[in-house]
Structures are given as structure tokens and as C-alpha cells.
């Protein structure tokens, strides 16, 4: 049995820098047609010779595989119109962190004036420029996405022309939230489909499963997966594959990050066979991200073949998500 995927998309990847970089981009080049890029690099990216000499490292990597780095500006409060302005033709998205939130956020928003930054989300409406947000507070870790609902609730009122994801949610006052207001998005991840805290924390702690948004709870899946199986129009499929090395997990003070893309297609295949639903994958995994962000990606079809596969213990360095687990679903090939 097989399925083809035309130009799937990962709308939420990170690709790190230099030896990561080497080792992570070809399992997202050879599965997806392009992927938005985040920008929480050490230094974050926030102008744009950074963001294009990146993007030539990332094209580098690539080798002959067909590949589009969407690329995006590491949100800072001090952002002026003209420089939007004159970056609009080199981004797809701006990415907003609160200050401490996650990996490598340090540089993002201290306090959160809707006021003060109203002439950044004013101009990023006039020049169609999605803004992509990490919401959570800094409040107690089971709540935090639920507390930035208001934040996401003011902007989408203050600014009805902007196009706002909401990144990889995680429960289901999100999901709720999204249907609200017509310029409200978001990305959904591999894992919050299918793991919740009991995964991560309910047994023998796995630092494999730990991430931010920390996964939540049953209900909280269960709306995930009611958007994200019907192909809900405003949710599209972002991997949030965040690897980090062996060393940085398994220790104390583990690094906050899921590494799935080598299985992220496999696995979402699955899932969706699984509830009946693989017809919708297309929507998911692409058409609806092309909607959102209007993006022409170039063809690229992917086969997947029902084909048993045991995931690897190891890429490198870094774990996988589902290591030394066996995966019904193997994307094949490409042309
Ligand atoms: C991401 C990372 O490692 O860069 N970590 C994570 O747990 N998801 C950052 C992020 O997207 O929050
Ligand atoms: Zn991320």
C-alpha cells in the first residue's frame, strides 16, 4: 500500500548551525519540500545579511535534494516600519519568543505592551507579514499557554489584518481559542498528537519526550487531534524538531526539544491510518499551510509505503523521537 504526499511542509522546524546543521537538514530535505526555519539561534537571527548568510548554509546542506528554507526574523521590540519594510522580500515570518520561555530565547520580549509594539504589528499587517508566536508566560508550566490566551485574544483584536499563528499548541483552550477569531492560526506537532505529561513524566522520566509546551492532558490531545485529523483549515503541520545533542538530555538540566524529523512523516501516517483519516494528511501536512502563508512551494512528491521500519537508537549525537521503535509507514523517495 502506498500514499503520495505532494510538497509536504514542516511550518515550524529547527535546523541549528554548523555541525547540527550538517547532520539534521538532510532528514527534513529528503521528506518535505521546505520548512519555516526558526531563528533561536545563539546569536538569534534579527537582520537580514544573518538571516541570508544562514539561509545559504542551510541551502549548502542541502546538496541536491529539493528544499526551500522559509525563513524568519527573530522578533525584537525595537523593530522600525523601514526596516519591515526592506526585509519583507527575504522573510516568510516573524517570530515572537517571550523573554526565557524556551531554548535560546533569552533575546525576546521582555514585557508584553500590545501598546508600545503596536507600530511593528501595524506595519507587519500592512506588508502581510505573519507573525508567529511562542506563547506561553512565565507562570506555573501546566498553565502558561492557557495564561498567553489573552495576549493572543488582544492582538487578534487590536490587529484584525494580522496573520497570527499560534505555535505548536497544546491544549484545548488554544484549539478553542482559534476558532474564535478569523486571524488566529497555529501549528500542530507530531508529538502533542500523541504524547501528554503521563508520557513524559507519569512513569520513569523520558528527556527524550521533554519540550516546550510541555505536553498536557488527555483532553488536551484528544482537541489536537480533532483539528488536525479533519484538517481543520486553520491548523497546519509544524514538526517542531528541535534536536539536541545526547549530552544536553540525558543529564540534569535537560535541554528542552523533541527530535523528530527523520519519523515525522512516518509517524503522522500512521496516525492518521490509525483513525481512518489518511486522506486528510494532505490538508495537514501542506495544503493548508499554503492557504495560510500563501506560498507556491515547488512540487515535490513524497512516497510513503506501508513497510515496517525499526527507528535508530541514534542519529549521530542526537535520539530520535520513537528510537529502537518499529513504524508501520517509510517515506521512500522523491522526484
Ligand atoms: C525548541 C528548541 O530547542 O529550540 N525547544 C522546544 O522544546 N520546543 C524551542 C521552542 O520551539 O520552544
Ligand atoms: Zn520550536
Given at each position: 500500500?502506498?500514499?503520495?504526499?505532494?510538497?509536504?511542509l514542516d511550518m515550524h522546524l529547527h535546523l541549528r548551525d554548523g555541525d547540527m546543521l550538517q547532520h539534521v537538514a538532510k532528514f527534513s530535505a529528503k521528506d518535505f519540500t521546505g520548512a519555516l526555519i526558526m531563528p533561536n539561534l545563539v546569536p538569534p537571527i534579527t537582520d537580514?545579511?544573518?538571516?541570508l548568510a544562514y539561509k545559504e548554509r542551510i541551502l549548502d546542506v542541502m546538496g541536491c535534494e529539493q528544499f526551500t528554507p522559509y525563513m524568519s526574523l527573530f522578533f525584537k521590540s525595537d523593530y522600525k516600519a523601514d526596516f519591515l519594510e526592506r526585509s519583507r522580500d527575504y522573510i516568510t515570518a516573524i517570530k515572537l519568543y517571550p523573554s526565557g520561555v524556551t531554548t535560546n530565547s533569552?533575546?525576546?520580549?521582555?514585557?508584553?505592551?500590545?501598546?508600545?509594539?503596536?507600530?511593528?504589528?501595524?506595519?507587519?499587517?500592512?506588508?502581510?507579514?505573519?507573525?508567529?508566536?511562542?506563547g506561553e508566560t512565565n507562570g506555573f508550566v501546566m498553565d502558561r499557554e492557557k495564561e498567553f490566551?489573552?495576549?493572543?485574544?488582544?492582538?487578534?483584536?487590536?490587529?484584525?489584518?494580522?496573520?497570527?499563528?499560534?505555535?505548536?499548541?497544546?491544549?484545548?483552550?488554544?484549539?478553542?481559542?482559534?476558532?474564535?477569531?478569523?486571524?488566529?492560526?497555529?501549528?500542530?506537532t507530531l508529538h502533542h498528537l500523541l504524547i501528554t505529561l503521563d508520557d513524559v513524566a507519569g512513569g520513569l522520566l523520558n528527556p527524550h519526550l521533554f519540550c516546550k509546551p510541555i505536553a498536557k492532558r488527555y483532553e488536551d490531545r484528544d482537541a489536537l487531534l480533532e483539528l488536525a485529523l479533519n484538517a481543520n483549515k486553520k491548523v497546519m503541520f509544524g514538526s517542531d524538531s528541535a534536536p539536541h545533542p545526547v549530552?544536553?538530555?540525558?543529564?540534569?538540566?535537560?535541554?528542552?526539544?523533541?527530535?523528530?524529523?527523520p519519523?515525522?512523516?512516518?509517524?503522522?501516517?500512521?496516525?492518521?491510518?490509525?483513525?481512518?483519516?489518511l486522506t486528510n494528511l494532505q490538508a495537514f501536512v501542506s495544503d493548508n499551510a499554503r492557504d495560510i502563508y500563501k506560498l507556491t512551494p515547488i512540487e515535490k512528491t513524497v512516497i510513503l509505503e506501508k513497510k515496517e521500519w525499526i527507528v535508530p537508537a541514534t542519529f549521530g549525537d542526537v535520539v530520535p523521537m520513537f528510537a529502537k521503535q518499529t513504524l508501520k509507514w517509510q517515506a521512500l523517495s522523491q522526484k
Open positions: 500500500m502506498r500514499l503520495i504526499l505532494n510538497s509536504p537580514i545579511p544573518s538571516l533569552d533575546g525576546g520580549v521582555e514585557q508584553f505592551d500590545v501598546k508600545k509594539l503596536a507600530p511593528i504589528f501595524e506595519a507587519m499587517s500592512e506588508l502581510n507579514i505573519p507573525l508567529c508566536v511562542h490566551g489573552a495576549v493572543y485574544e488582544c492582538l487578534a483584536v487590536a490587529f484584525p489584518k494580522l496573520t497570527i499563528i499560534m505555535e505548536h499548541i497544546t491544549t484545548r483552550s488554544s484549539a478553542e481559542l482559534l476558532k474564535r477569531y478569523e486571524n488566529l492560526y497555529a501549528t500542530i549530552s544536553k538530555k540525558e543529564c540534569c538540566g535537560c535541554a528542552a526539544g523533541i527530535f523528530s524529523a519519523i515525522a512523516l512516518s509517524a503522522l501516517a500512521e496516525l492518521f491510518e490509525k483513525h481512518d483519516k
